[in-house]
């Protein structure tokens, strides 16, 4: 495992980045996205060789903020604006979410259709089982909305919604249940140490039928007081839920139900995901993947905070990590198994090739270190070996920063 201290060393360190080469030809059939600002890039990725290949990038109207793709893999739908943490976490102007089609052959995106206008900043879209529905979650005020995908893949009017609905406070991530029956709807609250208010974190479950959702439950511990979920993924085969949550850093699991969406109770007390849990430093739970084979379970532990130091800013340490989760394929309860440096600072997104042996983070920006050197934004390579674990195998830096960050990033396999 990677303790703090060591930690900070190696965040500290000079990493040898290659150089992205431009316009290589594919040699498999997956592509990374990654966002930074309003652009969005694609990279052609080679599995066996861990290594990217620059393909192309496109723009959108405002900063992204989050993208999935459509099931049928032809067409990726993005969420931007000019509101959230690079525009100093003002509401902004500019809401959009816009299709793209993706180039079966290189990955390449092209808009498809026209945009469609957003009332708030989105923090996090998916897209339904069936491919009919586009689901936007958002923050401030906490909210979600359902849009209608018309058979030629571009976007539709969005779908009203009868009932009044719970959906709590600050809303962080939205999911269609395997079924296509459910909706569940993560919100964080506020309710980490140096939070100001604080409220509570809750996950709401839904009815889910013809874009149209009924309220069915609100699940936290206690009162929710320190119940802070960011993001959830399902296990491939087993009814098992893996949820991060953010503000205390744990994981938890919990249980599909045909009645509720999800169990209230988790099948496991939460687990803590740092390999220092007794630093008192500040840390946040990050994305949470399961592998394709359903045996390995990721997160990410981040740290991003500063502090005053010769007249600038810098990193005032913590842990920037990639969790790796055995899971018992008995009972689906996780065990830590490593804690794998992140080589770069704040990872707010990553992804698992479809084979499962490549997993790939894109670290959010560049950060000052006290020592004077600054750690890169990049694209992180890992290898996935048998026992899950992960090796490092390269970075790639690109220029992201705190006015233009990489704020979403994720991959796709070609249709």
């Known amino acids: 495992m990677v303790d703090r201290r060591t930690f900070t060393t190696l965040l500290a360190g000079t990493i040898a980045a290659p150089t992205l080469a431009f316009g290589k030809t594919m040699t498999s059939r997956n592509v990374f996205y990654s966002a930074v600002g309003p652009e969005l890039t694609a990279y052609g990725v080679d599995v066996d060789d861990a290594t990217l290949s620059k393909q192309g990038t496109v723009s959108t109207p ?80 906490s909210s979600l909305t359902v849009h209608r995908i018309n058979a030629d893949g571009t976007l539709g009017d969005r779908v009203e919604q009868p009932n009044k609905l719970d959906t709590g406070i600050y809303a962080h991530q939205i999911r269609v249940t395997p079924d296509n029956k459910h909706v569940i709807l993560i919100t964080r609250g506020n309710n980490a140490p140096s939070d100001n ?78 390999s220092d849990p ?13 592998s394709p084979d359903g045996r390995f379970v990721y997160l990410t532990n981040r740290a991003w905070w500063t502090i005053d130091f010769e007249g600038k800013k810098v990193f005032s340490g913590g842990e920037n990590s990639v969790a790796v989760f055995s899971i018992n394929q008995t009972t689906g309860e996780p065990a830590l198994i490593q804690n794998a440096d992140g080589h770069g600072n704040y990872l707010r997104t990553f992804n698992i090739d479809p084979s499962g042996k490549l997993l790939l983070a894109a670290p959010l920006w560049a950060m000052a270190m006290r020592d004077g050197s600054t750690v890169t934004a990049g694209l992180v390579l890992y290898r996935v070996g048998s026992d899950g674990k992960l090796t490092f195998a390269r970075k790639y830096d690109i220029d992201a920063s705190e006015q233009k960050q990489q704020f979403w990033a994720g991959m796709v396999t070609l249709a």
């Open 62 to 141: 405002a900063n992204i903020q989050y993208a999935w793709p459509h099931p049928s893999r032809r067409y990726l739908y993005v969420v931007s604006s000019s509101g959230g943490p690079a525009a100093g976490d003002t509401t902004g102007s500019t809401h959009v979410a816009n299709a793209f089609a993706i180039d079966p052959a290189t990955g390449a995106l092209k808009p498809h259709g026209e945009a469609v206008k957003l009332a708030t900043r989105p923090i996090h879209a998916s897209v339904d089982r069936s491919g009919h529905y586009l689901l936007t979650a958002y923050n401030k005020p």
């Open 278 to 290: 007794d630093s008192k430093l500040r840390q946040a739970a990050g994305p949470i993947h399961v």
């Open 197 to 274: 208010p604080v409220d509570t974190g809750s996950i709401k479950t839904f009815a889910f039928k013809d874009g149209v959702l009924t309220d069915l439950a609100a699940i936290a511990p206690g009162d929710g007081m320190h119940f802070g979920p960011r993001h959830l993924d399902f296990h491939p085969t087993k009814p098992w839920v893996y949820v991060s949550i953010e503000s205390q850093n744990q994981i938890a699991v919990y249980k599909l139900d045909d009645a509720t969406g999800l169990s209230r109770n988790p099948l496991f007390t939460m687990k803590n995901t740092l």
